[in-house]
């Protein structure tokens, strides 16, 4: 069974930096789509940034673009999303997910594995 675990989330002062990872386990990783998404209080869950299963291709949501930078690791089997210039309105829970295959893929729908969360804060 596929397991996906978040941390490095925390309390930031707005401008700064965070590193979160995903470690998975249970699954092939190198033939493994990831992408992490965000939940803010009272709002649905959007996406954020996706990775292909070698890391050639990332795609980025508006609102990150330029800010933060998706990464993969297959020996370690564990993806990372390096987030600077961090805004109060990054605040959310983020969440990282996966799907077996090659593709790039964007969308809630998309993914079927997902990990439990990490809440991130930015104070203004």
């Known amino acids: 069974q596929v397991q996906l675990k978040e941390s490095g989330g925390g309390l930031v002062q707005a401008g700064g930096s965070l590193r979160l990872s995903c470690a998975v386990s249970g699954r092939t990783f190198s033939v493994y789509a990831m992408g992490w998404f965000r939940q803010a209080s009272g709002k649905e869950r959007v996406f954020v940034a996706a990775?292909?299963?070698?890391?050639?291709?990332?795609y980025y949501g508006d609102s990150v673009k330029g800010r933060f930078t998706i990464s993969r690791d297959n020996a370690k089997n564990t993806v990372y999303l390096q987030m600077n210039s961090l805004k109060p309105e990054d605040t959310a829970v983020y969440y990282c997910a996966g799907r077996y295959g090659r593709a790039i893929l964007t969308t809630n729908q998309e993914y079927t594995d997902w990990g439990q969360g990490a809440q991130v804060t930015v104070s203004s």
């Open positions: 990775i292909s299963w070698n890391g050639g291709t990332t």
